[in-house]
């Protein structure tokens, strides 16, 4: 494994619970696996006026509660706090920037890290803009000493037009080469896993298409509602928070060419070309492909559940949509009318996370009485979280006389795989960041291309009020009208249990 080139990580908005509960955490993990550079710093940037002691402090308390390996001993913790330092200033403030230069400069000096910076932006989308600007104003994104790069977080725009804007006003003071956008989905063990599931087996590829492929699903649920993320959450829905980035993205690798090399340019162009084939959905029909529900007040096992409008920050008429089902389609050689549902939603039943292939069934139904499609199909199903693994259904012979079929599992769990340590999204781009490889990161244009899509749908929302949101309690599987969106009489939406292989009537959530 490459070591990362000597630098600094700079955090801007290092208060913050991203750089608590993910960003430092994800770092030390790296550390511990010895997969940091022998020189190597991070400094923390923000407002509130913090020592490096109160900073490492509060990073520590972070550490011992989310990273995935646990310190072991007080000094090993200690070796890495030593590296974290933290410098406050007002990152609005253009006439504060040279001053937090020299000061960026001197602790370059001091560890020597060979003027390499890499900036995480893990403020507010509103300082995407400015921070870039102030930073490039200083010379801080010259790579002629060193390489600059820079990390957005999502989310990247707010529709069409301000993404477009956004990634013009990164590229007049950044190349796009320098630009990293992250999507934590990409860095998900197991959504990489599906490209080598697609193209490492002889079996998938040849029947991975419109002659073998009855449907596509995805879902993405969540059993949580928006909690203290309220007021975030009003100005996004589940359309921008989960669909336009995540969930657009598995469908994208579900249906991607395979590239022709495994590198940053060759995925993400064929990704990218997913992303332009996306069949437009017209504003007028929007109501035909997409249905958005929001949850309300519900008793969940005893327990009472709050509905959407009465969460901290959330408008009581709220119109914000928590749970998404979409019909789409890709048009091009390889899917052309192949439906593909998708649907993500806050306060369902369980969390998980999957994609499901639902091949087509035998052309002559020889052994089932009853010959319903769903019965008759096998079934692919590549669970991302939690259970993370693979579950194939295929027909075999109920034992005894005649002739009769009946779908069975064959499932792999990863946990069964001895030692196999997954590393967290974070750690994953954080250490391909530092390496300089963006083959997990979002490309400007796919980005664009996927707001395209979603765009007249967020526009038809906006305008027609008569587009319902439909109501469902907390802690069921959204709107029952989101099953008239699979239009053929004996296929619904699989109902997943938190275990891969559960399917049965009965399952533990
Ligand atoms: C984030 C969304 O991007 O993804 C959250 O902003 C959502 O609303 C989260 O809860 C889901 O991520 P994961 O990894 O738990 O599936």
Not at 19 to 45: C, E, S, W
Not at 263 to 285: G, M, W, Y
Not at 368 to 396: C, H, W, Y
Request: aromatic residues 12%; negative net charge.
């Amino acid at each position: 494994m490459n070591t990362p080139k000597n630098h600094i990580l700079v955090i801007f908005g290092a208060s913050g619970d991203l750089t608590y509960r993910k960003l430092i955490p994800a770092v030390f993990d790296l550390h511990n696996q010895n997969l940091l550079p022998d020189h190597f710093a991070i400094l923390g940037l923000g407002r509130t006026a913090l020592s490096n002691a109160d900073f490492r402090k509060k990073m520590k308390d972070g550490i011992e509660q989310f990273a995935l390996n646990k310190p072991s001993n007080e000094a090993e913790l200690n070796a890495f706090l030593d590296k974290l330092f933290y410098y406050s200033f007002n990152t609005k403030a253009a006439d504060e920037y040279a001053a937090f230069k020299n000061h960026l400069w001197e602790l370059n000096q001091q560890c020597q890290t060979e003027g390499n910076f890499i900036y995480y932006l893990a403020t507010p989308p509103s300082m995407y803009e400015i921070i870039p600007a102030h930073l490039a104003e200083q010379g801080l994104g010259d790579e002629s000493n060193g390489f600059k790069r820079l990390i957005v977080e999502k989310p990247f725009g707010y529709d069409l037009g301000t993404a477009q804007k956004l990634n013009g006003h990164l590229l007049k003071h950044f190349k796009e080469e320098q630009i990293y956008r992250i999507d934590h989905y990409l860095g998900k063990e197991t959504v990489q896993n599906l490209l080598v599931t697609r193209f490492s087996n002889g079996i998938f590829e040849p029947l991975w298409n419109r002659n073998y492929i009855h449907h596509v699903e995805i879902t993405s649920s969540e059993n949580i509602g928006v909690g203290n993320r309220g007021g975030y959450y009003e100005g996004s829905g589940a359309m921008r928070d989960m669909v336009q980035n995540h969930l657009l993205l598995l469908a994208g690798l579900v249906a991607m060419e395979p590239p022709a090399l495994i590198d940053s340019t060759s995925i993400r162009n064929e990704i990218a070309k997913v992303f332009h084939s996306l069949r437009p959905i017209k504003e007028e029909d929007v109501p035909k492909y997409v249905i958005r529900g929001q949850y309300t007040a519900s008793n969940i096992r005893g327990k009472q559940m709050k509905g959407y409008r009465e969460e901290t920050g959330v408008d009581p008429k709220s119109r914000t949509e928590t749970f998404v089902a979409m019909k789409l389609f890709i048009d091009n050689w390889r899917w052309a009318d192949v439906p593909f549902y998708i649907r993500t939603g806050k306060m369902l039943p369980t969390r998980v996370t999957e994609i499901v292939i639902h091949f087509k069934p035998t052309p002559h139904h020889l052994f089932a009485d009853d010959e319903t499609i769903s019965k008759q199909s096998n079934q692919l199903v590549i669970r991302i979280q939690p259970d993370e693994g693979l579950l194939l259904k295929f027909g075999m012979k109920v034992p005894g006389a005649g002739f009769k079929a009946q779908n069975v599992n064959m499932d792999f769990h990863y946990s069964n795989l001895n030692e196999t340590y997954l590393p967290s999204a974070y750690e994953r781009l954080l250490l391909d960041c530092m390496l300089g490889d963006s083959t997990l990161y979002h490309r400007g244009d796919a980005v664009e291309a996927a707001w395209k899509f979603v765009d007249p749908i967020l526009k038809a929302w906006e305008k027609d009020c008569c587009i319902k949101v439909h109501g469902y309690p907390a802690g069921t599987w959204g709107p029952d009208v989101s099953d008239d969106l699979i239009d053929e009489p004996d296929i619904t939406w699989r109902y997943p249990c938190k275990n891969l292989s559960d399917d049965g009537n009965y399952c533990e959530l």
